[in-house]
């Protein structure tokens, strides 16, 4: 499967934006994991869905700020982050697993990355 995300920009504090990460094949048989990677860091887990899209699991950091999503019919994962801060800043990748999965350990496909500014 091949995954394009987008979304990104540059928002001011408290903002909000809406990534979106469209695959090539039906959603229904993958699992979905949003990352993040900021300039000096390591890449982390923001937001995971199960293949059958009954589950969700967030990052710590993420304290109820972001929704995971999918829509089926689209073949797209969205991730809807609001009260964004500075320290949200970081180029954000979609990434999938093909079978039943929620939040697997690792991911086989990636999408090349959206980038997020969270800057006044």
């Known amino acids: 499967v091949q995954l394009q995300a987008s979304g990104g920009g540059l928002v001011q504090p408290g903002g909000s934006l809406k990534l979106s990460c469209v695959a090539s094949?039906?959603?229904?048989?993958?699992?979905i994991g949003w990352f993040r990677q900021a300039p000096g860091k390591e890449r982390e887990a923001v937001s995971c869905?199960?293949?059958?899209?009954?589950?969700?699991r967030y990052g710590d950091f993420v304290s109820g700020r972001f929704t995971i999503s999918r829509d089926i019919a689209k073949n797209t994962v969205y991730l809807e982050m609001n009260s964004l801060k500075p320290e949200d800043t970081a180029v954000y990748y979609c990434?999938?697993?093909?079978?039943?999965?929620?939040?697997?350990?690792?991911?086989?496909?990636w999408g090349q990355g959206t980038q997020v500014t969270v800057s006044s």
């Open positions: 990434a999938a697993r093909d079978g039943t999965w929620f939040c697997p350990d690792y991911y086989t496909y």
């Open positions: 094949k039906s959603l229904k048989y993958y699992a």
């Open positions: 869905i199960s293949t059958n899209g009954d589950n969700t």
